[in-house]
């Protein structure tokens, strides 16, 4: 039998929350290779590269210095390459006409960083089960948030 690794992209300008995003990953019953960007900007460059082999899950934080995460989803849907990238959204603003925007422009799910570290690690674990073991990428407005 055949263990799948997953490939994740995690953009996110907090050394911080990228370490504690890498722990809880490490914690978690899943073979992950995870690659992390800084900024918007490195973000896109990666992905646009002939070369890079896309991720199977990008998880993007809205406010990123150079290019903001709203400004990258708005390319990388807009790209024929890209534009099936599952993307959740994993950011510490949670305002509704933002949540909205995020749903309408075809983020996957979005996440609000948890302050407590089993709920970070809760909160990723269901949000891999559903896009990678339950294949549900994209869901209905009503389950867009996943809460921890």
Not at 20 to 33: C, G, K, Q, R
Not at 42 to 66: G, S
Not at 74 to 95: A, Q
């Amino acid at each position: 039998m055949t263990i799948k690794k997953y490939n994740l992209l995690l953009a996110d300008d907090d050394t911080d929350d990228c370490i504690f995003f890498t722990e809880a990953l490490h914690e978690l019953p899943l073979i992950v290779n995870l690659l992390t960007v800084h900024d918007g900007v490195e973000l896109m460059q990666l992905l646009t590269t002939e070369e890079t082999t896309l991720p199977d899950i990008l998880f993007l934080d809205l406010n990123m210095p150079r290019k903001t995460g709203m400004e990258c989803l708005s390319e990388i849907k807009n790209n024929n390459k890209l534009k099936d990238l599952p993307i959740v959204i994993f950011s510490t603003s949670c305002h509704s006409d933002t949540v909205n925007l995020l749903y309408a422009n075809g983020a996957n799910y979005y996440i609000r960083k948890p302050a407590e570290f089993s709920q970070l690690k809760k909160t990723i674990h269901e949000v891999l089960t559903l896009i990678i073991q339950k294949n549900i990428s994209k869901p209905g407005k009503d389950s867009f948030v996943i809460q921890p």
